[in-house]
């Protein structure tokens, strides 16, 4: 059975994208089948997995408007060893352009269904905002991911997400569970950081990752070669992070599959 993530964060720049690319990549070479869905016009993910955003006939934005289906919009990210659903600029419309139509706020989760069972995990890249685009994407997912930096307004936007998250699980999404915090970009000599993040821990206790992302210029300069960090190098300390994180998630999937098989 796939399991959706979705991993948001409406504050700007917290590495949402660095997290789906690589995270993506990680499980992929940990032998699992993967869908990447780019839910940002920003189509970041789409250029760091190798694909050109410009020379697209179908997207996420097709997907979303029932122009085409999942099927016919996935592309492959040859480097990163996993599948696409890509985006451009053409999605910014889509947020105007969804507002009158049914179900709006289902569009994503019910094109997913139709390709879940090729997938053993599906991860969606959302934007910086908490509109119907990411709406979408909670409404399709099992469970939240969030990246964030370790500063004073980090905490802030985070209650306004849980409220969000809340409100989903209430009226559209039962099932929807905060999956796991994720520290990134963290400097362990910065004391902020550190307030920040055992704050992090007291409130969120075992939600918040074990593994933690550094700051890394590696992490940065991927993306412009159209790969992955932990193919472009696979020995940096960014790389490794993502790598232990794609096992954290994993071996956090089986103890759960395990609580399950002896609860019943
Ligand atoms: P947006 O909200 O615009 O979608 P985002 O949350 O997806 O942004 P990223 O694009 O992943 O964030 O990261 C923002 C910038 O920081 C990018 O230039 C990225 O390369 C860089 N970056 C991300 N993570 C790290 C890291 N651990 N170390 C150094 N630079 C990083
Ligand atoms: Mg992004």
Partial sequence: MSRTLVITNQKGGVGKTTTS???????????????????????NATMGSGIDKRALTHTVYHVLLGLATA?????RSERGGYDVL??????????????????????????LAQVADQYDYVLIDCPPA??????????????????????????EGLSDLVNTIKKVRANLNPRIEIEGLLRTMFDPRNTLAQQVSAQLQQHFGNKVYATVIPRNVRLAEAPSYGMPAIQFDRACKGSQAYLALANEILSRAQAAQAARATAS
Avoid: F, H, S
Wanted: with cysteine; charged share 25%; aromatic share 2%.
């Fill in 21 to 43: 690319v690589n995270l993506a990549a990680g499980l992929a070479e940990a032998g699992k089948r993967v869908l990447l869905v780019d839910l940002d016009p920003q189509g």
């Fill in 71 to 75: 099927e016919q919009a996935k592309a």
């Fill in 86 to 111: 890509p985006a451009n600029r053409d999605l910014a419309g889509a947020e105007v352009e969804l507002v009158d139509m049914e179900r709006r706020e289902l569009r994503l989760k019910a094109a």
């Fill in 130 to 155: 908490l509109g119907l685009l990411t709406l979408n994407g909670l409404v399709a997912a099992d469970a939240v991911m969030i990246p964030m930096q370790c500063e004073y307004y980090a905490l």
